[in-house]
């Protein structure tokens, strides 16, 4: 999938050798990578999964297991994120948690960032034809503000000079709509990273 258009905010480095709270100081430590919600026990593989759809729900952090019927998981904050039927094979756990905020968004007077910083974790790539569905609650678009685009963390390549594990991240956008009172835009692939939900001020277009 195309990403909306090519703006990239460079944003942190991230140390993926060291466990949660690692890394370097200020926004840097923030960085998904070295999350709890990517550790091995997240990314533990089942030879059999759910058959039918699963919906979980939980308070800061949920945890499901996933297998070939799909399902959701949805924080009380407002993130859900859909997995569609059939693109997983097996069983995958799969972690929905509030994140570390990012100020990428913040420092851009032609952004807002709208709701919580999240992350869904381990990566998943789909078969072609299916996406992933990442929504947040809304009733309406601020006045003023237009363009809601969900962007997500991406590795951008090895980080020279911090070391054999750093990774370099960025932000890259992704087409959202309202619909139904939920902000609403689709993937076709989940990086394993931090999302956030953004809106563009008309005013600076």
Known sequence: MTSLNSRWVWLSISLLGFGAGGGCGGSQAEA???????TAAVQEHHATGPTQPVSKHGSGSVRATL???GGSLELSEGPRV???????????????????KTTAFHNNEGERPLGPTFS???????????SIEVSFPLASLPSGWGEPSLAYEAEAGEAIGYGEDSTRTKWQYERAALNGGRLTAKLDRAT???LQFVLSNLETQ
Request: aromatic share 4%; net charge negative; glycine share 14%.
């Open 32 to 38: 998904p990578a070295a999350s709890a919600a990517t």
């Open 192 to 194: 394993g990273m931090r």
């Open 120 to 130: 869904f974790s381990p990566p998943l790539d789909p078969p072609d034809g299916t």
């Open 82 to 100: 859909t997995v569609p039927p059939n693109a997983i094979e097996g069983g995958q756990d799969f972690v929905l948690t509030v994140a570390p």
């Open 67 to 69: 297998g070939p019927g």
